[in-house]
């Protein structure tokens, strides 16, 4: 394995996101595939930051530093993935609730899912129900992910949901968010809930292989 992966893997840990550019585009120009510098550098050093946010050895000011540096590192994957019609392991729509301002954690999500080999269209934050539908009418993805981070925001996710179920849509729709609960999730129809941006990956892959 070429070094450099290690290194790359070691950037995204510590969040030096200049570095995590400068490999990148190192590896690509020494010829080794998006895919390569995906599997062997990036998703092993995402992998270690969620391990240690969820386990409480890396806080989430830090988690986010890691994400920017890999945010720096797929601005150079992400073109030649997509002009090489490389196929994407699904597709996912995400957003913020309607009244919710907050976007930390769905941001995190994204970055995570778009490592993960994932299409993420990210909806941003105040949804309205109807946007949601809008947006599976336009994009049919395979499944949709609901944050909210206030207790006043997340009751609007039964709403969406409802909608769904009225228009008989059948996607999986999965929440998340500081004050989401599985029971909560329970109560509503929810099709998933993840704590955090680790479980939010493996409810998907789980969600996928169904």
Same mark, same amino acid.
């Given at each position: 394995m070429n070094p450099l992966l290690q290194t790359l893997a070691e950037t995204i840990i510590d969040g030096k996101h200049?570095?995590?550019?400068? @490999?990148? $585009?190192?590896l690509l120009e020494e010829g080794l595939t998006p895919m390569t510098i995906l599997d062997e550098g990036l998703l092993p050093g995402m992998?270690?930051?969620?391990?240690r946010f969820r386990d409480g050895e890396m806080f989430l000011p830090?988690?986010?530093?890691?994400a920017r540096a890999m945010k720096s590192a797929m601005k150079h994957l992400d073109p030649i993935l997509a002009a090489s019609n490389a196929e994407p392991k699904g597709t996912i729509l995400i957003g913020t609730v309607r009244g919710d301002v907050h976007d930390i954690g769905k941001n995190l999500v994204s970055v995570m899912l778009q490592?993960?080999?994932?299409?993420? @269209?990210? $909806?941003?934050?105040?949804?309205p129900a109807e946007k949601f539908l809008?947006?599976?009418e336009e994009h049919q993805p395979d499944i949709i992910g609901l944050s909210a981070l206030l207790t006043t925001t997340m009751m609007y996710m039964k709403t969406i949901i409802e909608l769904f179920k009225e228009k008989n849509i059948p996607v999986p729709i999965i929440i998340g968010g500081a004050p989401?609960?599985?029971k909560f999730a329970d109560e509503i129809g929810a099709n998933g809930y993840a704590r955090n941006a680790v479980d939010a990956v493996d409810l998907v892959h789980a969600i996928m292989k169904r």
């Open positions: 200049l570095d995590a550019d400068r @490999i990148t $585009m190192q992998g270690v930051v969620g391990r830090q988690v986010l530093v890691s490592g993960n080999g994932y299409k993420v @269209i990210d $909806m941003g934050i105040q949804n809008a947006m599976y989401v609960t599985q």
